[in-house]
């Protein structure tokens, strides 16, 4: 017989493992790239080098962020995740803007370089991989690396976004899955039925034999019918009060 946590997994599952989302290892590799090129190739002092890093670690962070946080709030992991979004393409402006002011060269979608580049990035996904590639490559080649790398990430966060937002249309949110989830253990258990602890028999019934937390419930006494009011007798008039006497006149010779 399945145990009660064998039973509700699925209610709540925290065994949520972002790191085995694409999108995830892929902005990973974003991070490590990027965290080399603003340290190699901007100078020391230079604020961009913190904002480019912290663009990338929020594109990375967010991620996982929301993940976690979308076991008890669909709301959440749908904004950390679209943040995760923002902060990448925060990200591509700043190396967009690297290449231009210094003259150099973003490849062309078609550009051979570009084809092989997205190539080589649809087909790893392991970081190590571009941080031991990156040392032998210019500024420029790592910039457009970096660009790729934020495009392709870029489709796999949407593509995320719509299954979260399709997900939430099906499933609804924390609280509907919670209800669910009761009425399912309920159902299971036997919680409803005519003898279940909610059954009209049961241990919560209200009206049941054994209703009131098991406690036989007393038998209701007959209502005692309302005596008629007796008629208040009358009220006996007050007798008048009899005229005082005029005081005689006094006798001066007296």
Known sequence: MPTLMEEDR????QDNNYRTLKAFRKAECIYDVTYYFAHRFL???DRTIDQMVQAARSGKQNLAEGNIDGIT???MELKLTNVNRASLHELLLDYEDYLRVRGLEQWAWNDPRCVQTRAFCRAHLD?????EKIRERSDETIANIAITLIHQCDVLIRG???WKKRDFLERGGIKEEMYRARKDWQRRNGMNGRDGANGLNGH?????QYGHYGRPIPPTPPIQPIQPIQPT???QPIPP?????PTPPKNDDQ
């Open 204 to 208: 919560y019934g209200h009206y049941g």
């Open 160 to 162: 995320l976004i719509e």
């Open 43 to 45: 100078s020391v002092g």
């Open 73 to 75: 709030s669909r709301e």
């Open 10 to 13: 699925a209610f709540l599952p």
């Open 127 to 131: 970081s190590a991989v571009y941080r």
């Open 233 to 235: 007798p009358p009220i």
């Open 241 to 245: 009060i009899p005229p005082i006497p």
